[in-house]
């Protein structure tokens, strides 16, 4: 599966959510050390909704960007 993720700058660094899977986040100091620490959470989520008996969300997010003339 294959997961939309939004990555944030925060006053501290970088965070990121997986709007698919509400509750999964993760935090750093730099884009590329929340994009592995968002990576490392997806897992994790996943593994506790299969150990829980909950079904995995389908992927339904889509991500795209826009030019804008300023």
């Known amino acids: 599966m294959r997961?939309?993720?939004v990555i944030e700058a925060s006053d501290s660094g970088f965070s990121a959510?997986?709007?698919?899977?509400?509750?999964?986040?993760?935090?750093?100091?730099?884009v590329?050390?929340?994009?592995?620490?968002?990576?490392?959470?997806?897992?994790l989520h996943i593994e506790g909704?299969?150990?829980?008996g909950l079904p995995l969300p389908a992927p339904r997010?889509?991500?795209a960007t826009v030019d804008v003339a300023t």
């Open 32 to 43: 590329a050390e929340v994009e592995r620490r968002i990576g490392e959470a997806v897992v």
């Open 49 to 52: 909704l299969r150990a829980d």
């Open 3 to 5: 997961y939309a993720v």
């Open 61 to 63: 997010c889509m991500v």
């Open 17 to 30: 959510y997986v709007p698919d899977l509400p509750g999964c986040v993760a935090a750093g100091a730099t």
